[in-house]
């Protein structure tokens, strides 16, 4: 039996495109309309507001973050023979980017409270073979990237953060991405900030590697475009066709500036589910004194997860598991041995029990009422 069409949403598009309308039209209507330099007109101002934003010198709007990932890992040259250090608890989008290089994903347990990479276990899986590190943000969670930057430089690696969920969030005062060489935001429509179909974006200052980025994002060709006196092309590498779409990037720059109310708002929701689950046998996140997180979604640790999940889903509440099972049992990796796959308790101790509850900037307190009242009863027929 299929479930019901969820009461309680991940996400409300239609509510928030309904009240910003007329903004959105006049947006998209220019790219809709115009000439090919529109689309691209509609990207570049995107990718300067995101830019800002974010504090980085550059943003490069992409097609998705599976994109921005596989982009990023490739401008830092990683490739076939080197190791990445990530973790198992993501979207087959974080190892996947960087297999898809010939790079070896090495998977790295979590911290408990918050569900994001370890810092203190990541040294013991550098080799010589190691070249980056991609933290995930889960949940929109800012992993620790300030330490991983200290063992990063120590040890000559690159940091890709995958911030794919986290845009809003911020860490020591500044946004997600602020100690990484590069990080990769999604705009899909479960995202904090979503779109109408696929989006993403990659931020970085370095120069560098912006350049690598925009190259390898536009089919590899050189940035100046063709040789002028000849009109031949110059392909410089290798690359991918790989940019944001224009009418996406129109969407996007209508609904960034509501960005910071709709993570305080996110924050606020969280706050109630933790106030409204306070009494029961759960466990719920907790934070680093300097991560301000965004909440995608509130996750939390309960007992007899998979009952409590059919019974929230049966109910309306449309509550996920992120990401269960971890990488390391997915059959996508049977076979591989992803190394330190050996040495992941707490990934797996939060796999068997984690529940996540749908955080939307429109739910009011009626609906997180019913998504805390479900969940208790559904608590109580597993005792
Ligand atoms: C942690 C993480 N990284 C990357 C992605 C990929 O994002 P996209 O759908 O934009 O490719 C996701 C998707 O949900 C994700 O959860």
């Known amino acids: 039996m299929s479930d019901p069409v969820p009461h309680i949403r991940r996400a409300y598009p239609a509510r ?56 990023a890992l490739r401008a830092c040259d990683i490739g076939p023979g080197d190791e990445v250090i990530t973790v198992a608890n993501s979207d087959i989008s974080t190892t996947a980017a960087i297999s898809h ?74 946004s997600v ?44 060709a050189a940035p100046d475009g063709p040789v002028a006196a000849t009109g031949h092309q110059s392909y410089v590498d290798e690359g991918y066709h790989l940019p944001l779409d224009g009418l996406q990037a129109a969407v996007l720059s209508v609904k960034l500036p509501y960005l910071s109310a709709w993570t305080r708002r996110r924050r606020e929701v969280a706050a109630a589910y933790a106030t409204g689950l306070r009494e029961l046998p759960v466990n719920l996140p907790s934070f680093r004194a300097e991560s301000e997180p965004t909440f995608r979604q509130y996750t939390i640790g309960v007992p007899q997860r998979d009952v409590v999940y059919r019974r929230l889903r049966e109910a309306g509440v449309d509550a996920v598991l992120h990401y269960v099972p971890p990488m390391h049992w997915q059959p996508a990796y049977r076979g591989r041995d992803l190394r330190g796959s050996d040495r992941l308790p707490v990934t797996e101790r939060l796999a068997a029990r984690l529940l996540c509850l749908p955080v939307s900037p429109t739910l009011g307190a009626e609906d997180i009422a019913y998504v805390v009242d479900t969940l208790r009863d559904a608590l109580r027929l597993t005792v």
């Open 177 to 220: 991405g602020a100690f990484a060489d590069a990080a990769v935001f999604s705009f899909s429509a479960y995202k904090p900030l979503g779109t109408v179909g696929s989006g993403g974006a990659v931020v970085t200052s370095d120069p560098a590697l912006a350049r690598r980025l925009r190259i390898l994002r536009g089919y590899g």
């Open 16 to 71: 928030e495109h309904s009240a910003l309308r007329a903004e959105l039209l006049a947006a998209v209507t220019p790219v809709l309309l115009g000439d090919v330099e529109a689309g691209e007109a509609a990207r570049a101002t995107f990718e300067e507001a995101l830019a800002e934003v974010t504090g980085q010198r550059v943003a490069l709007g992409v097609q998705s973050a599976t994109a921005g990932l596989l982009l």
């Open 101 to 174: 290089t010939g790079a070896t994903p090495v998977v790295c347990d979590v911290h408990p409270s918050d569900a994001t990479i370890d810092p203190g276990r990541v040294e013991a899986l550098v080799t010589p073979r190691t070249r980056a590190i991609v933290p995930v943000d889960l949940y929109g969670h800012p992993a620790d990237v300030r330490s991983l930057r200290a063992i990063a430089d120590r040890w000559g690696l690159r940091i890709i953060e995958d911030a794919a969920l986290a845009i809003g969030a911020y860490d020591h005062g500044r």
